[in-house]
C-alpha cells in the first residue's frame, strides 16, 4: 500500500474567542474579521479534488474554535508531514491610522501590502519549514502577488529572503505554533486586509482560489522532493 503524505491545515485565529490568548484576528479595511479570510481559503482543502496524489488533508477552520495551544496540541497528536496555518496581515496601528487618514490614495498602502511566509529556526525542521515556504512564495509570484516587505522595513523582522517575502521568526517576535508543533511548519500570510486595495483583491473568489491551487501545488512539489 502507498503512503499517504498528510498535511494539517487550519485557520488563524477563531470565531468565539474562549481564552485571553485566542481573538479573531485582524479588522479589514472594511471591518470584517481576518479568521473570516482564513476560512474562505482553508475551505478550498475540503474539496475532493484537493484530496489526490496520496495527500490527506487534515482541516480546522476558525468556526470550530479551536485556541492557539489547542490547535498545536491536536496537530501533535496527529504528527502530521507539514503543518499549514493561514493568515491574512494588517500594519501598526500608527500607519494604519496615517494611511486612512490620507485616504484610499494614501501611498503608504504601496509598503502596506502582499503575502508573506513564516518559518522559525527553532521549529524541528527549520529547512524543510523553510524549503515548503520558498515553494509557496514561488507559487504565488508566479500569478503576479506581491511579497510584503513592511515587516522587514517598519518593524525589522528578520527578512531572509526579500524576494519571496520570507521570515524566520524566532523570539521575541517568534510565533508560537512554528517551535511548538512536531513536524515542519509554515505560516501563511495570503495578503494584507487593512489595504482597502488589496481588501478588495482578496474578497475575489477568483484570487482565493488561485492561493489554495498555489498552495496545494506547493504540497505536491514538497511531498516530490521529500
Not at 496537530?75 to 493561514?86: F, R, S
Not at 496601528?93 to 484610499?104: L, T
Not at 494614501?106 to 527553532?122: A, D, V
Request: hydrophobic share 35%; proline share 4%; net charge negative.
Amino acid at each position: 500500500m502507498e503512503s499517504v503524505n498528510t498535511v494539517f491545515i487550519c485557520s488563524g485565529h477563531v470565531k468565539e474567542p474562549a481564552s485571553k490568548i485566542d481573538h479573531k484576528g485582524a479588522k479589514s479595511f472594511s471591518g470584517k474579521w481576518e479568521y473570516e479570510f482564513n476560512d474562505d481559503i482553508v475551505q478550498y482543502f475540503e474539496d475532493e479534488s484537493f484530496r489526490k496524489n496520496d495527500i490527506q488533508y487534515y482541516v480546522l477552520k476558525a468556526a470550530g474554535n479551536i485556541g492557539l495551544k489547542e490547535r498545536v496540541e491536536y496537530a501533535n497528536t496527529i504528527v502530521p508531514d507539514l503543518y499549514l496555518e493561514i493568515h491574512h496581515d494588517s500594519a501598526q496601528e500608527s500607519d494604519i491610522k496615517k494611511a486612512m487618514n490620507e485616504g484610499e490614495n494614501s501611498i503608504l498602502w504601496n509598503e502596506i501590502q502582499g503575502f508573506s511566509l513564516h518559518y522559525s529556526e527553532q521549529n524541528c525542521c527549520p529547512e524543510r519549514s523553510k524549503a515548503f515556504a520558498q515553494m509557496v512564495a514561488d507559487e504565488l509570484l508566479k500569478h503576479g502577488f506581491t511579497p510584503n516587505l513592511y515587516h522587514a522595513n517598519i518593524e525589522n523582522m528578520q527578512c531572509v529572503d526579500r524576494k519571496r517575502g520570507i521570515y524566520n521568526r524566532i523570539p521575541p517576535m517568534g510565533l508560537y505554533v512554528l517551535y511548538n508543533v512536531k513536524n515542519p511548519a509554515v505560516v501563511i500570510e495570503c495578503g494584507t486586509i487593512i489595504n482597502p486595495h488589496e481588501e478588495k483583491f482578496l474578497t475575489n473568489n477568483d484570487t482565493r482560489k488561485k492561493i489554495a491551487e498555489a498552495i496545494h501545488r506547493s504540497v505536491m512539489q514538497y511531498f516530490g522532493n521529500n
